[in-house]
């Protein structure tokens, strides 16, 4: 670079590196040849109606007469209206809780969920600080102190017109331990301190004190369990595809934050 009519070429241990790597890259762009590559997709309908996408086990191939020859044998033989069910395989899975909440994931998601600038979400943050309702928002920490008292928020949300009978719920069959997270030393996670009533906040603030509230809950609350799934079935008597999914067994934190639920992996068990 130049900076007041001097020639300068800066270089270290990180920028070196990096730069081949990205050199490396973009020559691996320009040299790629897309080629075009077919394959047979199986959708099938579950005793509710449902229609789930089953993946070939073949996988992709770069022959269209091969796979077109599959599919019309498909379709002309045996009409794909039936499939046999060849295995199904079972895993227990865990969808671990939140840890406490600081200033980093509070201002991401207020721009990728609530449409609010990093500036906007940490004026609202702080609105609702100086009027009682969370703790201070500017934190790295994650982990919550071993004297930080949980009962006492929880028995303050009971209040609360939406989360208070989750909180009571806790508070009756015990809520779980936070998980470890980093401990900067400077201010406790995001907290709810007090309940707020209805129209006592406006929209974003609203959305800002819900979202931190939802958090604390969820992080003391169970992971969720699910069941992996993977089933292999046979179409047309020689032609195999699979699905991989979830079931969900305990929905733990998600009854409080439905959103972070695996909807979209949910299979039917055959």
């Known amino acids: 670079m130049k900076r007041a009519g001097i020639g300068m070429l800066t270089y270290g241990p990180c920028q070196t590196p990096t730069l ?6 973009a020559e691996k762009i320009k040299k790629f040849v897309p080629e075009t590559f077919w394959r047979v997709e199986a959708e099938v309908v579950d005793e509710r109606g449902s229609m789930h996408r089953m993946k070939w086990c073949r996988g992709k191939i770069f022959d269209k007469t091969v796979v077109s020859a599959i599919h019309q044998r498909l379709q002309r ?5 039936e499939a046999e069910v060849l295995s199904v395989h079972e895993t227990p899975m865990t969808q671990t809780r939140p ?28 609105r609702l600080y100086l009027r009682g309702f969370t703790t201070y928002p500017r934190t790295e920490s994650t982990t919550f102190s071993n004297n930080f008292n949980f009962k006492e928020v929880l028995s ?4 609360h017109h939406e989360f208070g009978d989750y909180a009571g719920d806790l508070l009756k069959n015990g809520y779980e331990k ?4 980093v401990d900067a030393g400077d201010h406790p996670p995001i907290t709810p301190v007090r309940a707020a009533k209805p129209g006592e906040l406006g929209d974003r603030e609203r959305q800002v004190y819900e979202y931190i509230t939802c958090t604390f809950l969820a992080c003391i609350s169970k992971d969720a369990r699910y069941t992996g799934i993977r089933t292999e079935l046979l179409i047309g008597g020689e032609e195999k595809f699979k699905i991989k999914g979830q079931v969900l067994q305990d929905a733990g934190f998600l ?8 909807a979209d992996k949910e299979i039917p068990v055959y």
Not at 20 to 25: M, S, Y
Not at 156 to 159: D, N, Y
């Open 156 to 159: 303050a949300l009971k209040e």
């Open 178 to 181: 936070p998980r470890k997270g």
């Open 99 to 126: 840890q406490g909440l600081n200033t980093v994931k509070l201002l991401k998601t207020g721009a990728q969920s609530f449409g609010c600038g990093a500036r906007e979400t940490l004026q609202i943050a702080e």
């Open 255 to 262: 009854d409080i934050m439905p959103w972070q639920r695996h």
């Open 20 to 25: 081949g790597f990205c050199v490396d890259q």
């Open 77 to 81: 033989h045996y009409g794909a209206r």
